[in-house]
């Protein structure tokens, strides 16, 4: 069900509290009243901006107490990847069938282009442990995939994973060797998605995304 549009003022409480989470601003518990305070904005517009963060995945909402930053855990982790790859599978298949066409070498050359940037994210930028690029690049990558299909409920279904998402793959990269297995696998995967063997290329992709469930400890 996709949430109602909403105004200038729920929309600013939005963005700012979602940056919070992103940036990891935010405590694991926190009060909505002493947001609406620093954002200087009626707990009306709050209590809203709060609900669309909560259906698309980033809080859950404590009642009496505030809003609480959504944890990774196994059954969300699980759940996540098995709608990734009912949805990523399916647009693997459809680039695949028909990679020839105009429309599927346009997004072939933003995939090889991400893919590109992402092998220079991880030689320049993730030394130190800090993988947000790396993430980010891969997120595009698999962004492409779904964006291929010009789907507006497959997007929405999408987007309300993106934070489970970068949960899950901050953990993973956690797991030394997994950056450069990461790696490894798209560019497998291109390879194959590229010739037109959109089954070889499903399950390089399958593998692909169930690989954190086999790596990444939950609660």
């Known amino acids: 069900m ?3 549009v909403m105004s200038s003022l729920q929309q600013e409480a939005y963005n700012y509290i979602k940056r919070l989470i992103l940036t990891n601003m935010l405590d694991v518990l926190y009060s909505e009243t002493k947001l609406s305070k620093e954002l200087g904005i009626s707990r009306t517009p ?8 909560s259906q698309d995945g980033y809080i859950d909402i404590i009642p009496s107490r505030g809003f609480r930053i959504r944890q990774l855990n196994q059954k969300d982790m699980k759940e996540t990847i098995q709608i990734r790859c009912a949805i990523e599978g399916f647009c693997t298949h459809c680039l695949a069938s028909s990679v020839n066409t105009p429309k ?5 050359r933003e995939l090889e282009n991400t893919l590109d940037l992402q092998v220079k994210s991880a030689q320049n930028n993730c030394s130190d442990g800090n993988y947000e690029d790396f993430i980010n690049y891969d997120h595009q990558f ?3 995939l ?3 299909i010009n789907n507006e409920e497959v997007n929405h279904i999408y987007q309300r ?6 949960l899950t793959t901050q953990s993973a990269l956690e797991v030394e060797g997994r950056m450069a297995d990461t790696l490894e696998e798209h560019k497998r995967y291109f390879d194959r998605l590229k010739a037109g063997d959109g089954d070889a290329a499903y399950h390089i992709l399958i593998s692909h995304l169930m690989m954190p469930l086999n790596v990444v400890k939950t609660k």
Request: hydrophobic fraction near 50%; include cysteine; charged fraction near 30%.
């Open 161 to 166: 994973l993106m934070y489970l998402i970068k």
């Open 142 to 144: 698999h962004l492409l």
């Open 46 to 53: 709050m209590r809203e901006a709060l609900q669309c963060l």
């Open 146 to 148: 779904v964006k291929y």
């Open 2 to 4: 996709r949430k109602k």
């Open 104 to 108: 599927a070498q346009k997004i072939l």
